[in-house]
């Protein structure tokens, strides 16, 4: 696997994203049976974050961090609450399959599907998103394009070779009987955290 650019703001033009598109976005994403919180300032964000861990009772947490968490002090402020949070690779790849909470960023948004895309190329990205039941992600609000032809122009400038994944929603299959069934092969909840404030060069 080989990427292009290891930042992506720095691989992509700024004039790309449109924010006008977020009340669509939401509106799909909603309608994708995701939960969506969009906050003004990185503080807002961590009282859903915290809100979220005392109504769901959970007891230990895995994160792969990034630049808006960071903003947010949510390592910090889950420590604070007396919950366990994992951020290292080794122990995220040990705690992942009993954590009650994953916890990671995301690039940007798709209206057209709801969809939130995830540079997936770290491995820890991949438990964190996949193997807790609830999977929490923080995204800039600003950062929504038209379509998935958009997105895939995106992650043409980033990626020679890699692993993104484009999350619409919780897991669900009707593999079984054709019945709907949600969180069998993923998380049985998707939450996503969109941030208006510009925080520290992160557009």
Not at 170 to 184: F, H, N, Q, Y
Not at 194 to 203: L, M, P, S, T
Request: glycine share 6%.
């Amino acid at each position: 696997m080989k990427k292009v650019c290891e930042n992506w703001e720095q691989a992509i033009s700024a004039e790309i994203w449109d924010p006008s598109l977020f009340d669509e976005f939401e509106l799909r994403a909603k309608n994708a049976a995701a939960e969506v919180f969009r906050v003004k300032t990185s503080f807002e964000a961590q009282e859903v974050l915290r809100n979220l861990i005392q109504y769901t009772n959970a007891k230990k947490v895995v994160a792969v961090e990034s630049p808006l968490q960071q903003a947010a002090g949510i390592t910090a402020a889950i420590r604070q609450m007396g919950v366990e949070i994992y951020t290292d690779l080794t122990d995220i790849a040990a705690q992942a399959e009993t954590a009650d909470l994953g916890i990671s960023g995301v690039e940007f948004a798709v209206a057209e599907t709801g969809s939130v895309c995830q540079d997936a190329y770290a491995v820890e990205s991949r438990l964190v998103s996949t193997l807790t039941p609830i999977h929490v992600v923080f995204l800039n609000s600003r950062n929504i394009v038209k379509g998935i032809a958009d997105a895939i122009g995106i992650v043409s400038q980033v990626y020679d070779r890699g692993y993104i994944s484009f999350i619409t929603g919780p897991s669900r299959t009707a593999d079984i009987e054709r019945v709907l069934t949600i969180g069998v092969h993923g998380p049985s909840r998707f939450i996503i955290i969109a941030i208006d404030e510009q925080v520290g060069g992160v557009a």
